[in-house]
């Protein structure tokens, strides 16, 4: 078992990594919550393989449990949605010391915890995240939120969970194109400040691919560490966080111009690679750093160009920075950008103009 402390000033939290950890989540509530309630969201895939064990762990102690199943992906991250849930929470008659476990991946834990962070105020909720890009990253750290015609996650809150269960043994029902849309997002650390985790990534790129359990385990505790590091300093995203946004920018655009019919880590990996072009037209970064980090996508099979994204669609260039701006980090009419200066030394471009950012997207036509 490993543990990783997130420490925050109000709302710290551990993060345990065991595997078949079910057993353990149950004792816990036992030891800390046994008057109350076990509300327990997950989507429909995920019930399929997990919610019957998971249940019946809970079923030893004899708790009052509640199962609410939303419709896999990010159509769930709806207002209305989040209504229709909420009163199905009311009229069940939940009260403020009851506990919502968000079984599942990232839509499944931003859809839960903006939930949590809303109804009767605000109620606990602990995050058991079952996909890598959800054990790696969107389970730690509190961003919680739901999706706009305007653009993705506009609507949310910084809600802390008051714990994160992983089980790196859920990954192995994970189908491996939604596995290594997840592993996009361990890439990003390896670039963001550890150059050395980069080259240890692609030293064991096959064993990756193959979900070898103690490689992933060891993926996932680094990478939890890294975020607990960067939320401690900036829980609100207020700078030093906006780095773990490396490729975001553009990511965001582009699932909102597929209307989120894509992977986000396929469109984060993308990003990436388009961040790295633009560091490169900036004279931040050599091309040497683009060439390696392509190369590596190439061995684990992750799309690096908007062709392998989506190769019927006629893209546009200035369609995608007006999705640009309604991203998050925009300040006025300008677009920040996480750019890098080198393999593990990421920063934040505040200014770019759009005339580069155009010619950085249209490289990506036909890569």
């Known amino acids: 078992m490993k543990t990783v402390n997130v420490s925050l000033k109000d709302r710290s939290y551990q993060i345990i990594i065991k595997k078949n950890i079910f057993a353990n989540i149950a004792a816990h509530h036992f030891s800390n919550y046994k008057k109350s309630k076990a509300i327990i969201i997950t989507d429909k895939n995920v019930a399929k393989h997990y919610i019957k064990k998971f249940v019946s762990s809970f079923n030893k102690y004899k708790f009052d449990i509640q199962v609410i199943e939303i419709l896999p992906g990010e159509k769930s991250k709806d207002l209305l949605v989040i209504k229709k849930v909420a009163e199905k929470l009311l009229k069940s008659n939940v009260k403020r010391n009851d506990i919502i476990y968000a079984l599942g991946g990232g839509v499944v834990g931003d859809f839960s915890g903006f939930l949590a962070s809303i109804i009767l105020r605000g109620i606990k909720f602990i995050q058991v995240p079952t996909t890598l890009l959800s054990q790696v990253d969107s389970s730690v750290g509190g961003k919680t939120g739901v999706n706009t015609s305007t653009g993705k996650n506009l609507i949310g809150s910084f809600y802390q969970p008051t714990a994160v269960f992983i089980d790196p043994n859920t990954l192995k029902s994970l189908p491996q194109k939604e596995f290594m849309s997840g592993y996009s997002e361990v890439l990003k650390y390896s670039l963001i400040n550890d150059k050395k985790f980069f080259y240890w990534l692609d030293l064991n790129s096959n064993k990756i691919i193959s979900k070898n359990s103690k490689i992933m385990t060891e993926i996932i505790n680094n990478c939890c560490i890294k975020k607990s590091i960067i939320v401690k300093k900036d829980e ?19 699932e909102k111009e597929l209307k989120y019919k894509v992977k986000h880590g396929e469109a984060v990996s993308v990003g990436i690679l388009m961040a790295i072009r633009l560091s490169i037209l900036l004279n931040k970064t050599k091309h040497t750093n683009y ?3 392509k190369s590596h996508l190439n061995k684990v099979n992750l799309p690096t160009s908007l062709i392998c994204l989506n190769s019927k669609k006629k893209w546009n260039a200035r369609s995608l920075i007006r999705n640009m ?12 950008f996480i750019l890098l200066h080198d393999i593990g030394k990421a920063y934040i471009e505040n200014s770019v103009s759009y005339e580069k950012i155009y ?5 990506f036509f036909n890569e």
């Open 325 to 336: 701006l309604s991203d998050k980090k925009r300040v006025d009419k300008n677009i920040k």
């Open 236 to 254: 609100k995203e207020l700078n030093h966080r906006m780095l773990l946004n490396l490729g975001h920018t553009f990511a965001h655009a582009i």
């Open 359 to 363: 010619l950085t997207i249209k490289e």
């Open 291 to 293: 060439n390696l980090i």
